[in-house]
């Protein structure tokens, strides 16, 4: 087929892995634009030669810089601009959220498409690793990491900024990802009609296949195979964090890594001298959130966003998901990947196609925000010459919140790069309503423990549901009743609230 110029596709791409070095001092070590720098010159070239490489990055239209969590500096991509000598005509810098590297790449190929960009440069690393080392070290060394001047230019910025739980969320104790995902996978059990030791098993099972990537994927943090039995059993080295997610079924955040990838209109990277083999085109991509709280979500197991949005970008690029041989599914917990799974009718348990092709934030790495752009970057040498293949990415950004897809291949779109935000169908779906206040009898919806650094119990947290729909939250604070949960299902379980607001079981 005539490929059309305006055609969007993705040229280069690199991941980078600073691995800990005990040779290398704390204060030795690469900052995080430092990171996104070196990265985003490997996906220059990666474009097939240097020279075709650095004139794409001396052609930048936009350079977008992924939120690192690590350090906050003023305008990154400014930074990593100013280190490659380059000026692109636009700086931009993303929200929080691990949807962002996929929004990006579909809002670049809209907009290369439309003759809005021409060439769009992504880059993002996080040093948490080197962060927190550098804490804990006795010494507490000072890195000597950059600090932009006040008058530095203000980015673009990218993305949706929210608030992401309401005030009774976070009273609740409901502050981080570790204490809100193991919510869902309790939740998920009981959908499913499991007992604990069976989906013990069924969630070590699920990481244990995801090690396996890990283990042959050279810019893996942890890159060694588990057993689902070292997943999901407690022991000195994995503790239990959050029932019922012990350490090793926790996204892995202290990493120090960097991804970049680098998109253009088709006719650009033919003037440059871009083999066709490095070519990976975004077919389709679409975009959306689930109702944005926690607490009005209709139920807290599945994604009527990600099943909506799946579908619409299947359609677009005229597939159904059994035409995807490379899936990489969001995968900071397994409740997640299964949410994720469900959502698009995707088997968890297929030793022909597994859920990610790096290994997952647990043991390939959690780089922050900036995951997505190691997924995109494996999918994109996975296809690299591969006719006929199709690949999917997954970004998802908060609590099960904001979603993005994208379909890509190695075979040019019939209709062009095709993109859907489905948000109105979504926001018509039904909402819980919030509990009454006061004294009232109970049910269990979902609920998780939150366990000290030693081991014991500290902190329940409950969603539950009245006699008329609503939805509440409150914690547990009795501990036989926390030892009780952790031991037998506590989903569906009848209680009430006592004088101090706390739940007590009555069944």
Known sequence: MTIPPNIPVLVGSAQLTNQRDPDISLTERDEPVEIMTRVLDLAADDCGSNKAGRRLLEQASLLCSIQSLAWQYSNPALLVAQKLSIEPKTLAATTTGGNNPQLIASYAARAIQDGRLDVVLVTGADCVYTRRAARKDPTHPALPWTVQPE?????????????PTTTIESEVGLDRPAKVFPLFENAIRYANGWTLDEHRIKIGTLWSSLSKVAENNPYAWHPQAKTPEEIYQVSETNRMVCFPYTKLLNA????????AFIMCSYDTAQRAGIPS???MFLVSGADADDHWFMSHRWDLHSSPAIRIAGQSALELAGKSIDDIEFV??????????????????????????????????????????????????????LLRGNTHKWGMTTGLGWYVTKHSLGIWSSDPPQNGFQYANPQEDINKLPQRPPASPGHHDITIETYTVWHNRDGSPELGISSYLNGEGGRGWANIHDQGTLTEIENNEGCGRRAELNDAGSIVLTD
Do not use: W
């Open 328 to 381: 990489d599914l969001y995968s900071c917990f397994p409740s997640a990947v299964q949410i994720a799974a469900d959502a698009l009718g995707l088997p968890i348990d297929d030793p022909h196609r597994p859920l990610s092709v790096t290994g997952g934030l647990s043991f390939a790495g959690g780089p922050g925000n900036n995951y997505v752009s190691h997924s995109i970057s494996a999918i994109h040498h």
């Open 277 to 279: 083999d490095n070519l």
């Open 252 to 259: 892995n955040m202290q990493v120090d890594q960097g991804a």
């Open 151 to 163: 008058d530095t230019p203000t980015p673009l910025t990218l993305g949706v900024n929210k608030e």
